[in-house]
């Protein structure tokens, strides 16, 4: 099995957890390679600026070589995650939670391809 991953560096903090942002990882199986390309248009707020993977319980760490000293911030170069599972996926425009027929929150690729067929925004490759 093959996949594609991407990772952000964009991080929220959440009631003392980390959540760390993700572009959505889509899984390849080599006996049956049905690939789309994601078109998301938001529900919400009609932005095309696509998906991201939200986790929890996640353990990230990053590198870094340089310190602004006078705004003491840092220049992160390279992070590495660990663990962690799906809590959401949503806009990465508004935040738009992606949920199924029955108001549950969609957690894993299954039903989000599911969902992203319904709405006619996987373009066929």
Request: proline share 3%; hydrophobic share 35%.
């Amino acid at each position: 099995m093959g996949e594609h991953r991407g990772y952000s560096q964009v991080q929220y903090p959440l009631d003392k957890h980390l959540i760390v942002c993700y572009p959505i990882i889509i899984h390849k199986q080599e006996r049956d390679l049905k690939v789309g390309k994601i078109k998301f248009v938001c529900p919400s707020c009609k932005s095309l600026m696509g998906l991201e993977e939200i986790m929890c319980d996640v353990v990230q760490s990053t590198t870094f070589d340089y310190i602004d000293i006078m705004g003491f911030e840092i220049d992160y170069t390279h992070s590495s995650t660990d663990g962690g599972v799906v809590d959401r996926f949503q806009c990465v425009e508004c935040g738009y939670i992606l949920t199924n027929p029955n108001g549950t929150e969609i957690i894993d690729v299954e039903e989000l391809c599911a969902w992203l067929m319904s709405h006619n925004m996987i373009e066929h490759t």
